[in-house]
């Protein structure tokens, strides 16, 4: 769906990408994570044609990006706004039909998603009156309205409450389903778990790792399980134990270079064996460990 | 071209619908007529409701005689200052007029007494009338009748008539030519102030509600920035235009109504008033004078100054608007703007309209940043064809100069928040390309 190569941009002497390379397939929701400053932004407004890359290229299927493409990319970004004093109607109307969608179709399709989300209501209020959240749905259909085939959603949860949040990441999935490809920029790593297929990392301008859930999982085990023991039939040596609780003893044992079978034989020679269970980590803790690991270089 | 066209429309039609855009395009253009008609309404209020007043006239020369009008009267007695004094006490009579004795070489000591303070009018009429009679009194003296003198009086008028290449000849008039070049030249200064700030204001509005963000993905900065700078323009123009539909109809109108109502002398009066203002020319003549304007031009080139100075300078606010968070941080950048639109706005009233035709009020009347107001000054005057063409075309160039420059900063300011740029950021913004 969408492939960068070797996307360069500095501002001045500062560094905002160095080579990213990037591909997102089609039909995924692909989490772009990194802290900020880290580039993510201005990878986004490249792939937006607000701004130009320094040198690389932009591919969306396999064709290299070119203005007409703007009809073909939802955007939403972080720092997002409406016009105060516009009606909600008018305003729908106005974004819709700068994507490209004529008169007839955007005034279809607002009523249309009004409808579904119980917004119909506000239709002649102006933004000025309506909660930060409501406006923020406004945004959102905003962003969607013209059926983008890709979505790019910078940050879409902040400024949403918890129902509100949850309403968006349904109606993400449900665009999924549809076969809408997602590139969700965000800091929320329990989101980035939930929904996402695919990451990416960027810090300091770098692409620090790539690829699906499970495999960026995987590439980050540390071979290091949890055991729980029952009434150990022999003595558990001290420097294992962490915790001991009626009888039970848990510790984390590293493989050291066996397979897990044969530590696991090993340790059922010292009782009932209740857990046994290998150490994954969450994204959060890859994510601030990477971005830790890149700062200490 | 689409997008701009949509965009042209969001900013035209978020003003128009506007209450303040309503109020401000009616009643503004009701304030002339309002004022005159209330001017005109006292007057004919107070002439209606005024019963006549009598002053009482003791002259001690036995020499004046003055006429008596549908306000005042005057009632010529030996009565002694006390008594006088009294009847305009118990009110009796409104004023009392004393002409002690005295030379005619050098009248002194003409007093009146009021209850009140008398009115501006009824002074210079008594002055005016004592004057005459003094005046005339001393020619008899003379030997010389006063008659002669009022017959060899003359008056003198100087038409003036350019003539131009192709030998056609226009009766013309300083004093015509002269009010059109300030009326043109403050409409356009006023526009461009007032709708270049609008300008400014909404790209602030969008930059700080971050609603660019969204628009840049949908289009090009430049579309925003023209379709903005257009449909603000198009806000200008229909107010304009009502503005012109309704002062020229109001005005119509209250004279038209109030002309019948208004006594006679009143009328003289204002039409004399109006005589002096336009000095040693007949009522016929001024038609003539505005018939000798070329009024096609006229509109013409106000039409082109009118949307050339305001494009050229729009550019300009919207640059400025994209390059701040909010409007206060504009003032550092104002100057650039405010500066020649006062130099021109100062020139106007001081080089051009003196004498169009002076190397200042030229230069003035080229340079794009100050010709839009300068050239209004001197077009009823009549401008050498290729001095308006070059004007017109330097005009043209610097508003595309002004634009580029303007979208330079644009399509960079907008996008730049949290820092306060100076004229050095402002210049890398202009050098870089994308």
């Known amino acids: 769906m969408l492939e960068t190569q070797k996307l360069n941009k500095s501002y001045g002497s500062n560094r905002a990408l160095t080579d990213v390379d990037l591909k997102v397939s089609k039909g995924v929701i692909f989490g772009l994570l990194g802290p900020n400053g880290a580039g993510k932004s201005t990878l986004i407004r490249i792939i937006n044609q607000i701004i130009d890359a320094d040198s690389g290229q932009v591919l969306i299927d396999g064709k290299p990006l070119e203005p007409h493409h703007i009809s073909q990319i939802g955007y939403l970004p972080e720092e997002r706004g409406l016009y ?65 085939p890709l979505l790019i959603l910078d940050e879409p949860f902040s400024g949403f409450d918890p129902v509100n949040a949850e309403i968006i990441k349904d109606q993400i999935l449900e665009l ?44 980050f085990r540390p071979e290091v399980f949890h055991v729980t023991v029952e009434n150990p039939v022999k003595e558990i040596p001290a420097e294992w134990i962490a915790k001991e609780d009626e009888g039970a003893y848990h510790f984390t044992l590293p493989l050291s270079g066996k397979r897990p079978n044969e530590l696991l034989e090993e340790l059922m020679d010292y009782g009932q064996i209740s857990r046994f269970q290998e150490v994954i980590p969450s994204m959060e803790e890859i ?6 690991s890149t700062h200490d270089e | 071209m689409n997008k701009i066209w949509l965009v042209m429309q969001r900013e035209y039609l978020a003003r128009v619908k506007k209450k303040s855009f309503l109020l ?24 209606d409701n005024q019963s006549l007043r009598i002053i009482e006239v003791v002259d001690e020369n036995k020499l004046f005689f003055l006429e008596s009008s549908e306000q005042y009267a005057f009632s010529f007695s030996d009565r002694s200052d006390e008594e006088a004094k009294d009847l305009v006490k118990n009110g009796d009579r409104y004023g009392f ?102 300008i400014m204001q909404g790209v602030i509005e969008e930059k700080s509600s971050r609603i660019v963000e969204i628009l840049v993905s949908s ?34 109108l209250v004279t038209g109504y109030l002309g019948m109502q208004m006594p006679q002398q009143q009328a003289m009066e204002m039409a004399q008033v109006g005589m ?33 100075g305001y494009l050229l300078y729009g550019a300009l606010f919207a640059g400025i608007g994209s390059a701040v968070d909010a409007p206060s941080d504009a003032q550092q950048f104002m100057l650039p703007v405010t500066i020649p639109l006062i130099v021109s706005y100062m020139g106007l009233f001081v080089f051009v309209l003196q004498d169009p035709n002076s190397t200042t009020s030229f230069w003035l009347s080229v340079v794009p940043l100050t010709s839009p107001i300068a050239m209004m000054g001197r077009v009823s005057f009549g401008v050498p064809f290729w001095e308006l063409a070059l004007s017109m075309i330097l005009l043209i160039l610097g508003f595309l100069g002004t634009t580029w420059l303007a979208g330079k900063i644009y399509r960079i300011g907008i996008l730049m928040h949290g820092t306060k740029p100076s004229y050095k950021t402002l210049w890398k913004w202009i050098k870089t390309n994308n």
């Open chain 1, 84 to 148: 105060k004093k516009m009606k909600v109607w008018d305003q729908m109307i106005y974004f819709a039909r700068l994507k490209g969608l004529s008169q007839h179709d955007a005034k279809t399709r607002i009523k249309n998603w009004l409808d579904k989300m119980d917004m119909s209501t506000w239709r002649e209020k102006k933004i000025e009156d309506l909660s930060k959240g409501m406006a923020q749905k406004v945004q959102f259909i905003s962003t969607i309205i013209h059926n983008p």
């Open chain 1, 176 to 219: 999924k389903k549809q076969g809408t490809t997602v590139i969700l920029s965000t800091h929320r790593m329990e989101s980035v778990e939930l929904l996402c297929d695919q990451v990416a990392m960027i810090n300091k301008s770098h692409k620090i790792l790539d690829g699906t859930i499970r495999q960026v999982k995987n590439s």
């Open chain 1, 287 to 292: 994510f601030i460990h990477q971005v830790k």
């Open chain 2, 24 to 47: 401000a395009t009616l009643l503004t253009p009701l304030i002339f007529p309002a004022i005159m008609a209330i001017f005109v309404w006292i007057a004919v209020e107070e002439k």
């Open chain 2, 97 to 198: 007029l004393h002409i002690p004795k005295f030379d005619l070489e050098n009248p002194k000591g003409i007093t009146f007494f009021g209850e009140e303070n008398p009115n501006m009018n009824l002074m210079s009429y008594l002055e005016s009338s004592l004057k005459k009679k003094i005046e005339d009194q001393r020619l008899y003296e003379s030997g010389i009748d006063p008659q002669l003198i009022s017959d060899i009086r003359t008056k003198v008028d100087i038409k003036s008539i350019t003539v131009n290449e192709q030998g056609e000849e226009k009766v013309s008039n300083a004093t015509v030519n002269y009010a059109i070049g300030f009326v043109a030249g403050i409409l356009i200064y006023m526009f461009i102030f007032i709708y270049g700030n609008q």
């Open chain 2, 219 to 252: 289009l090009k900065p430049f579309q925003l920035m023209m379709g903005k700078i257009v449909g603000i323009a198009g806000v200008g123009l229909t107010q304009l235009l009502i503005w012109i539909v309704l002062v020229g109809g109001l005005t119509t």
């Open chain 2, 276 to 308: 002096e203002q336009i000095p040693d020319s007949g009522v016929s003549e001024i038609l003539q004078v505005i018939n000798g304007i070329d009024f096609v031009t006229l509109v013409l080139c106000f039409v082109f100054y009118f949307l050339g």
